[in-house]
T-cell receptor
Framework: GAVVSQHPSWVICKSGTSVKIECRSL??????MFWYRQFPKQSLMLMAT?????????EQGVEKDKFLINHASLTLSTLTVTSAHPEDSSFYIC??????????FGPGTRLTVT | KNEVEQSPQNLTAQEGEFITINCSYS?????LHWLQQHPGGGIVSLFM???GKKKHGRLIATINIQEKHSSLHITASHPRDSAVYIC??????????????FGKGTKLSVIP
């Protein structure tokens, strides 16, 4: 149980375009979803936290107008990278949380911006 | 801000060896996660614990709250255990919020 999926798993886009990444909790309802970014050989860094039906809370240094997060239901959250640039190339990981303690990670999405 | 230190950073072991990865943190926590990240990047949550010890198959995780330290043990290691193991701690960040702080990971390579 407690499976989180992400789609797509890998995407290449051109600079200036937008990319949407979906995160779904398949067998549980995630009251909170977290979006992380991981650059090569670095730790995961939290980008934002979202609760179903409310606006996401972004970490310091993360542009909310560039990384649009929508948490429309208890099983789906989306991250849209708008006007992507090569420096946005990274590994994006979501996780779904149940309460304060439980958090289940998705497999990640590798974004390459050319 | 919680500082999370893992050791060792890199570990190479022969198949069958007993492996220990350590994690220390600086601030009191509500829970600690051990995660496994495969070369393709996908993350699997291995354990979540707030006290004592948990076991799953060949994996054992322990935590000592007083010493702010946790260990992940792998018994009878196998090449398929090769991955990066990440410790993450959940601590209270104020105003009713919690944050998850990640260690830099321990890269394990198990040689046949």
């Amino acid at each position: 149980g407690a499976v989180v999926s992400q789609h797509p798993s890998w995407v290449i886009c051109k600079s200036g375009t937008s990319v949407k990444i979906e995160c779904r909790s398949l067998d549980f309802q995630a009251t909170t979803m977290f979006w992380y970014r991981q650059f090569p050989k670095q730790s995961l860094m939290l980008m934002a936290t979202s609760n179903e039906g409310s606006k996401a809370t972004y970490e310091q240094g993360v542009e909310k107008d560039k990384f649009l997060i929508n948490h429309a239901s208890l099983t789906l959250s989306t991250l849209t990278v708008t006007s992507a640039h090569p420096e946005d190339s990274s590994f994006y990981i979501c996780s779904g949380g149940v309460g304060f303690y439980e958090q289940y990670f998705g497999p990640g999405t590798r974004l390459t911006v050319t | 801000k919680n500082e999370v230190e893992q050791s060792p950073q890199n570990l190479t072991a022969q198949e069958g060896e007993f492996i220990t990865i350590n994690c220390s943190y600086s601030v009191g926590i509500s829970a600690l996660h051990w995660l496994q990240q495969h070369p393709g990047g996908g993350i699997v949550s291995l354990f979540m614990l707030s006290s004592g010890k948990k076991k799953h198959g060949r994996l054992i995780a322990t935590i000592n709250i007083q010493e702010k330290h946790s260990s992940l043990h792998i018994t009878a290691s196998h090449p398929r255990d090769s991955a990066v193991y990440i410790c993450a701690v959940r601590s209270y960040s104020g105003a009713g919020s919690y944050q998850l702080t990640f260690g830099k990971g321990t890269k394990l390579s198990v040689i046949p």
